[in-house]
């Protein structure tokens, strides 16, 4: 089986303020990472994977996450937060054995960013 | 380039009328496709997947179910709607890779009265 904590139902931070949004998961074999976002009323986007390699990965508008196997964990994390970051994320898991490619998602992590 | 077209967007209907959500999918071939439902605009629930004309699983037992008549189309129904099918529902796609990201469609809000 396979899960994801995403521990933190809010985050507060303000503009220009880094923001660390925080992910832990279990899963059977290697993991597959993800940090999708959600805007009001919208579906979900895309924002960064871990597969495999560097640690540190990049993503879209300026996103980036550090996946920690040790910790089993994989933190979100932003060098300076603007107000239209403002948003839910979810993290979600994958692994090796997962049928169907079917991911796991957390419960999500509101993030407000005040000007 | 890959779309995901979902429809209709907001829906209000009496509990005990029929339902159809409808997803499309353009730009790839024999996608894997889901049916989420996010409750309060929070954590995301599996409710069907497919991973090919005519197969569909459940990961839930509810009032709901899925079809995939045609390799790019997912179509979540219910013969009498329920109260607690409010919510709001989400189609997705991802290739039959394992390390690829699921694309989502913009979602339908429905509610039951």
């Known amino acids: 089986a396979q899960s994801v904590a995403q521990p933190e139902d809010q985050v507060n931070v303000a503009e220009g303020n880094p923001l660390t949004v925080k992910c832990t998961y279990s899963?059977?074999?290697?993991?597959?990472l993800f940090w999708y976002v959600q805007y009001p009323n919208r579906g979900l986007q895309f924002l960064l994977k871990?597969?495999?390699?560097?640690?540190l990965v990049k993503g879209s508008y300026g996103f980036e996450a550090e996946f920690n196997k040790s910790q089993t964990s994989f933190h979100l994390k932003k060098p300076s937060a603007l107000v239209s970051d403002s948003a839910l994320y979810f993290c979600?898991?994958?692994?090796?054995?997962?049928?169907?490619?079917?991911?796991?998602f957390g419960d999500g992590t509101t993030l407000t960013v005040k000007p | 380039s890959q779309t995901i077209h979902q429809w209709p967007a907001t829906l209000v209907q009496p509990v005990g009328s029929p339902l159809s959500l409808e997803c499309t999918v353009e730009g790839t071939s024999n996608p894997n496709l889901y049916w989420y439902r996010q409750a309060a605009g929070r954590g995301l629930q599996l409710l069907f997947y497919?991973?090919?004309?005519?197969?569909i699983s459940s990961e839930v037992p509810q009032n709901l179910s899925a079809s995939r008549p045609q390799d790019r189309q997912f179509i979540l129904s219910s013969k009498k709607l329920l109260l607690s099918d409010s919510g709001f529902y989400l189609c997705?796609?991802?290739?039959?890779?394992?390390?690829?990201?699921?694309?989502f469609g913009q979602g339908t809000r429905l509610t039951v009265v």
């Open positions: 497919s991973v090919g004309i005519g197969q």
């Open positions: 997705a796609w991802s290739s039959g890779l394992m390390n690829t990201e699921a694309f």
């Open positions: 899963v059977s074999g290697n993991p597959y």
């Open positions: 871990y597969i495999t390699g560097d640690n």
């Open positions: 979600a898991v994958r692994g090796d054995y997962t049928n169907a490619g079917k991911s796991t």
